[in-house]
């Protein structure tokens, strides 16, 4: 008798925000990065990829991914990459146990979705991806530990080797060639510094960029000054990075969070043709945050952005009032202020002034919404799957 | 008998738009730079600086400067350096020769006016101290070179060494610690490439950003990416720029001077905290510039912007219409297309369509004013004071 089950198994996984920036592929195939890199995982209530995946031997179709409501292209070498891989220690198992149902064998069908609007220019990738190999893993019931798993990830999107983890997390470069050792690892966990927060000012773009792919091929290619930043500063800051989020040390991990997002748009400007993520409106987001830190006297708020004009600003809790609520008294009637996080923040209407005008409606002009976060956990695995016992997609 | 009479001598000197830029100072004093730097020269017709130097033993006051009207205060250090050195040599030729008059004992009154408004935010300081050198070099009759009137202008304002000649024109910044050696000196006269024109694209800024001393003191302390740039990028695009200016080699040039500018603005970027001199509307004008290079599938035109938001476009005259002609079919309402310059440039209408729809309106909405110009001659004498026989300033 065939066995023709519907195997599923369901994950959540979260979207990180790096604090030193992946930016360079010393192999493009494998993405294997030129720096190592760090960020913090966002809480999931907030931002997160759903995902479930399921095999069947009575699927008659080929491999599938369905996002959003959306069939998308796996033929690609991403996708392809970390089938394949899971495939591989898949049949592993069941070669050493002939009892296992032969999973390996049966076609995939994934099935994603996001709880943040994808116009929002938020780097999914690294959720999806996670999701996708932690979904998969689950599935096919891998012992392999989430570092064993981020060496996939990352083949399907870098960054999403980092969204294996919850709280604090680095992407250690590695020196092999078939990138054996390239590899994310937990440098705390988001219990070790819980009260650090976000906001998200998503700024309106008329119209993508330069992909990250190809923008950082093109600045490896012909920056003069990128050899400098991988070999010289990351490695430094990565070693700062990590001591301050050890001892919760929010100077130091501010300020080295905004000196290593400069110093990545550097290189993108430095490239040829030049590439240009921030904008103006990113700009006044980068004095509002000055204009807070010197209100303090100290650094406590800080900016970072990744491919694209959209400002994370972290900060702790104890001083949401004065980072998020100066954001509320000046953005007060954008999107996002609703719900839980966002309806607890106090709007700071006395610190307004200190914000001259132009920079004060340059962000009331250009920010769309803001996302109130902070950071949470990894991947967890849900019994609420997305597609049903009979292997049709179901809405969640 | 007292000698109470009026010594004047007055020259005209020419802004200079550098290709290479100076950014850093190994010696804030001497105005000793951390890397060379080249420029063009730019025609005098279109900017200048008017200058009479005087001086006689009948003048009460104690040495003064006006410019344009404007009493200026010269007790700043950098003033002082350049009359300090000026009278040294004077002074030098006195003791040689006893029947000279001691001019070097007597009140200096100079005299300055720019032929272009203050309020572009074009850099009138390298114009200003060349013609403030020059000037008073000529009433003392030093018989000394431009070469080694640079070491002394140089003192006042970096890049005014370089306004001493005309054409090409490179700053090497020497290694001695006295400034000796950190000397201007012409790479190719205005003859040698004459046909070489600038457009110069005037941007309204609410305020003007960070000085360029302050600036650059910040960049050296606080870029990682810095001592790349002046250590290894710069010697070798200096050797390069050189090549490509004697072989009236435009596309080398053009590429240069365009990687140049992104270089100097990427470690502005990288700079604790970042500076910003560019915004929205200087980056449309390089994408303008781009779209122009796309058209004529090569490099024709290449932006440099100093420390401000002004793009500076440089093409040759046989590319008048691709170049200047396409700024004119979108900025024709600007002030700077009369004139002979502005007047001879065919709108080049058909390749606006060319331009997306966001950068044109950026450009329409940002650009104040055109100037139109091209390269041009150093320092001329003129006979026209602006100091009377009586010592009195008069208007040009």
Redesign the interface.
């Known amino acids: 008798m065939a066995d023709s089950q519907v195997y599923r198994a369901s994950t959540t996984a979260p979207v990180n925000i790096a604090v030193i920036k992946y930016w360079g592929k010393r192999d493009p195939k494998l993405n294997l990065p030129t720096n190592s890199s760090l960020s913090v995982t966002l809480a999931q209530s907030d931002l997160r990829t759903h995902t479930t995946a399921s095999c069947s031997s009575s699927y008659t179709t080929t491999d599938s991914l369905l996002l959003n409501g959306q069939d998308q292209d796996v033929s690609g070498a991403r996708t392809q990459a970390c089938f394949r891989e899971l495939r591989a220690l898949r049949a592993a198992l069941e070669a050493a146990d002939p009892t296992l149902p032969k999973l390996s064998s049966y076609p995939l069908r994934v099935v994603s979705e996001n709880n943040f609007p994808t116009a929002a220019g938020l780097a999914s990738s690294a959720a999806g991806f996670a999701a996708l190999v932690r979904a998969i893993a689950d599935l096919y019931q891998l012992p392999a530990t989430p570092t064993e798993l981020s060496r996939i990830a990352r083949q399907g999107s870098g960054s999403a080797c980092r969204s294996l983890f919850g709280g604090y997390v680095a992407w250690e470069k590695g020196t092999a060639a078939d990138g054996s050792d390239s590899l994310a690892y937990e440098v705390a966990p988001a219990a070790h510094w819980p009260n650090m927060r976000a906001v998200i000012l998503v700024v309106s773009a008329?119209k993508k960029g330069v992909s990250s792919t190809t923008g950082m091929q093109t600045t490896v290619a012909t920056s003069?000054?990128f050899?400098?930043?991988a070999n010289?500063?990351v490695p430094?800051r990565m070693k700062q990075m990590e001591d301050a989020i050890k001892a919760r040390d929010f100077e130091t991990f501010g300020?080295v969070t905004?000196?290593d997002s400069?110093?990545f748009?550097?290189?993108c400007?430095?490239?040829?043709?030049?590439i240009?993520y921030m904008?103006?409106v990113s700009?006044a987001a980068?004095k509002a945050v000055?204009y807070i830190n010197d209100a303090a006297g100290k650094t406590i708020a800080a900016y970072t952005f990744d491919a694209g004009p959209n400002a994370v600003v972290y900060y702790l809790e104890e001083h949401e009032k004065e980072v998020a609520g100066l954001f509320k008294a000046l953005l007060g009637d954008k999107d996002g202020w609703d719900g839980k996080r966002g309806g607890a923040v106090q709007a700071n209407a006395e610190a307004l002034s200190k914000v001259d005008e132009?920079t004060a409606a340059q962000l009331k002009e250009g920010v769309s919404r803001v996302i109130l976060t902070g950071v949470g956990e990894g991947p967890i695995s849900v019994t609420e799957h997305l597609v049903d016992e009979k292997g049709q997609a179901v809405k969640a």
Chains 1, 2 share one sequence.
């Open positions: 008329a003069s000054l050899p400098a930043r010289e500063t430094l300020k905004m000196k400069n110093s748009h550097a290189t400007l430095d490239t040829e043709p030049p240009f904008n103006d700009r980068i000055e132009k």
